[in-house]
């Protein structure tokens, strides 16, 4: 599976959302290619906020995203969620 990674701008981090990411990273292993939005092929998004406001969410609505506003969730809810969403959308088409 292929997902973009988006970050806020980070003006108000209330956690290390390049730790977390790292973390869901190496969780997924193999299981999931990692993009940036500027890339072709994702099949999903994931939006990582630095705080609840979550900025980038409103820019990328239409794109149904998996956003992360805190480090609350595991990274292995997080990369089942992730593919959950692209069997989802992939069933979808």
């Not at 973390?23 to 906020?49: F, H, M, N, P």
């Amino acid at each position: 599976m292929k997902v973009a990674v988006k970050y806020c701008g980070g003006c108000d981090p209330i956690y290390d959302r390049v730790e977390l990411v790292q973390r869901i990273k190496s969780e997924a292993g193999e299981s999931i290619e990692w993009l940036t939005l500027d890339e072709q092929g994702y099949e999903a998004i994931l939006v990582v906020c630095g705080c609840l406001k979550a900025c980038p969410e409103d820019e990328l609505r239409h794109l149904s995203p998996l956003s992360l506003k805190y480090d609350g969730l595991s990274p292995e809810r997080v990369v089942a969620q992730l593919l959950e969403k692209g069997r989802t959308d992939a069933n979808q088409d």
